[in-house]
């Protein structure tokens, strides 16, 4: 509940929504912390609603509700978006008030600081006022507002659930950036532990919206901002941490409403990527290098299927495979081995009869348990295939020689033999020779 009594909704997406599924990991989507920022409660919103609308239809979507929970929270600050609707469109903070004749705290300045002991990132220090009137009032003391409240304690209670959020995002606008901690200093004086990383998403989140990257306080410094809490106190409480994000949405705070299915849109990606990175935020996969095997006329065999590949973490020797199939038969997995070349891997695959399509994957584990295939597939997809043919030629063709302005039919019957896929076409070619 808010100061003035308004339920704070916070919005569970998953299956089994009723039950806490540790092994499925927790996305916190956040908007509204600022009440004049009008956008940032559509974006949630239309989230909600694609999540919800695209279910058991997308295998995306699908896949990502049933495999992760998506904790959406559109609106922290309710009293101050009616407010903003009813009074003053340009109203920042919540609705508390101050006992001299001011309202408002700033909510994103009323979180807990940064918890790494670092005294410039406590609470009420840069970017924060004490004063009651101002836009960026950091409240008489961290925590002091039940909305902030809310967001911390569901964070805390996740946690000790052994279902902490893996990574959450912040709405907020105006700025078209995308900030990640920490938000009290510049890079260039303090950088978090996981910086790197914390970029590296914020950049291929960019890929979708186009946003700016920048560490937070590369804008401007803040102190008690919901950022610094959640990564502080995820990092250096749990000694786990946290990757969040804040999100400056558009170039005002309130754009014009033909804007919002353009930056509502334009954030589906955006938020889908967090939610499709959780089981894993590093995306540290092994990497495979390989050049597909091409149509053979050999019919004896082996075909050899090299492959490089590499992992940061190491790799698991004993699952990395080559798969393959011809035509719709059932899969034969055979072992790849080192070629006694770095990082290099092969693999045999014993000759095939002239008219065989042959199809086949690469299959590798890291030590950590993390896989990848190539060709790619997402693991909502059904897996890809390289695929090639061995055999004589199986081009015929008739030629036609006619005359300028000439015309031709031609009536062609094209059989589809039981072996016959969907690669074996008919064309028609017209050559102009002359
Ligand atoms: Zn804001």
Same mark, same amino acid.
């Given at each position: 509940?808010?100061?003035?009594? %308004? $339920?704070?909704?916070?919005?569970? #997406?998953?299956?089994?929504?009723?039950?806490?599924?540790?092994?499925?990991?927790?996305?916190?989507?956040?908007?509204?912390?600022?009440?004049?920022?009008?956008?940032?409660? +559509?974006?949630?919103?239309?989230?909600?609603?694609?999540?919800?609308?695209?279910?058991?239809? $997308?295998?995306?979507?699908?896949?990502?509700?049933?495999?992760?929970?998506?904790?959406?929270?559109?609106?922290?600050?309710?009293?101050?978006?009616?407010?903003? %609707?009813?009074? =003053?469109?340009?109203?920042?903070?919540?609705?508390?008030?101050? &006992?001299?004749?001011?309202?408002?705290?700033?909510?994103?300045?009323?979180?807990?600081?940064?918890?790494?002991?670092?005294?410039?990132?406590?609470?009420?220090?840069?970017?924060?006022?004490?004063?009651?009137?101002?836009?960026?009032? @950091?409240?008489?003391?961290?925590?002091?507002?039940? @909305?902030?409240?809310?967001?911390?304690?569901?964070?805390? +209670?996740?946690?000790?659930?052994?279902?902490? /959020?893996?990574?959450?995002?912040?709405?907020?606008?105006?700025?078209?950036?995308?900030?990640?901690?920490? &938000?009290?200093?510049?890079?260039? !004086?303090? *950088?978090?532990?996981?910086?790197?990383?914390?970029?590296?998403?914020?950049?291929?989140?960019?890929?979708?919206?186009?946003?700016?990257?920048?560490?937070?306080?590369?804008?401007?410094?803040?102190?008690?901002?919901?950022?610094?809490?959640?990564?502080?106190?995820?990092?250096? #409480?749990?000694? =786990?941490?946290?990757?969040?994000?804040?999100?400056?949405?558009?170039?005002?705070?309130?754009?014009?409403?033909?804007?919002?299915?353009?930056?509502?849109?334009?954030?589906?990606?955006?938020?889908?990527?967090?939610?499709?990175?959780?089981?894993?935020?590093?995306?540290?996969?092994?990497?495979?290098?390989?050049?597909?095997?091409?149509?053979?006329?050999?019919?004896?065999?082996?075909?050899?299927?090299?492959?490089?590949?590499?992992?940061?973490?190491?790799?698991?020797?004993?699952?990395?495979?080559?798969?393959? %199939?011809?035509?719709?038969?059932?899969?034969? !997995?055979?072992?790849?081995?080192?070629? &006694?070349?770095?990082? +290099?891997?092969?693999?045999?695959?014993?000759?095939?009869?002239?008219?065989?399509? /042959?199809?086949?994957?690469?299959?590798?584990?890291?030590? &950590?348990?993390?896989?990848?295939?190539?060709? +790619?597939?997402?693991?909502?997809?059904?897996?890809?295939?390289?695929?090639?043919?061995?055999?004589?030629?199986?081009?015929?063709?008739?030629?036609?020689?006619?005359?300028?302005?000439?015309?031709?039919?031609?009536?062609? *019957?094209?059989?589809?033999?039981?072996?016959?896929?969907?690669?074996?076409?008919?064309?028609?070619?017209?050559?102009?020779?002359?």
């Amino acid at each position: 509940k808010s100061c003035e009594n %308004r $339920d704070i909704w916070a919005m569970k #997406v998953s299956d089994n929504v009723a039950v806490n599924e540790t092994d499925e990991p927790d996305i916190l989507y956040m908007g509204m912390h600022h009440a004049r920022e009008w956008m940032t409660v +559509e974006v949630p919103i239309y989230f909600l609603n694609y999540l919800v609308n695209n279910y058991g239809t $997308d295998p995306e979507i699908t896949y990502l509700v049933d495999n992760r929970e998506l904790w959406i929270i559109p609106m922290v600050n309710p009293d101050g978006y009616q407010y903003s %609707r009813d009074v =003053d469109s340009n109203w920042r903070k919540n609705r508390r008030d101050n &006992g001299d004749s001011t309202f408002g705290v700033d909510l994103n300045r009323n979180y807990n600081g940064s918890q790494n002991g670092d005294s410039s990132g406590a609470w009420g220090g840069s970017g924060a006022s004490d004063i009651t009137s101002a836009d960026t009032y @950091c409240g008489p003391e961290p925590f002091s507002e039940p @909305c902030t409240q809310a967001i911390r304690d569901l964070v805390i +209670e996740h946690a000790s659930n052994s279902n902490k /959020f893996i990574l959450s995002v912040s709405y907020h606008s105006y700025a078209e950036d995308i900030y990640y901690p920490w &938000g009290y200093a510049t890079s260039a !004086t303090t *950088t978090s532990p996981d910086w790197q990383l914390q970029r590296r998403i914020a950049e291929n989140l960019s890929t979708y919206n186009g946003y700016t990257v920048m560490q937070s306080g590369d804008t401007y410094l803040t102190t008690g901002d919901t950022d610094d809490w959640i990564y502080g106190y995820s990092k250096y #409480v749990l000694g =786990d941490p946290t990757y969040p994000f804040t999100i400056e949405l558009d170039t005002s705070f309130q754009p014009p409403t033909s804007q919002i299915p353009i930056t509502c849109e334009k954030h589906i990606g955006v938020n889908l990527y967090l939610a499709e990175i959780a089981d894993n935020p590093a995306q540290e996969y092994p990497v495979i290098t390989h050049t597909p095997l091409l149509d053979t006329k050999n019919t004896t065999g082996p075909y050899t299927a090299i492959a490089n590949i590499t992992s940061n973490i190491g790799l698991n020797s004993s699952a990395l495979k080559l798969v393959w %199939r011809t035509g719709t038969v059932s899969d034969t !997995t055979v072992t790849l081995s080192p070629t &006694g070349n770095p990082d +290099e891997y092969y693999a045999d695959i014993p000759g095939q009869s002239d008219g065989t399509w /042959f199809y086949y994957y690469i299959y590798t584990e890291d030590s &950590g348990g993390n896989k990848s295939t190539s060709p +790619e597939t997402e693991v909502w997809e059904s897996q890809n295939y390289y695929k090639f043919y061995v055999g004589e030629d199986r081009v015929t063709y008739t030629v036609y020689n006619l005359a300028p302005n000439a015309t031709k039919t031609v009536n062609l *019957t094209v059989t589809s033999l039981a072996t016959a896929l969907p690669e074996e076409v008919a064309n028609i070619k017209v050559i102009v020779t002359s």
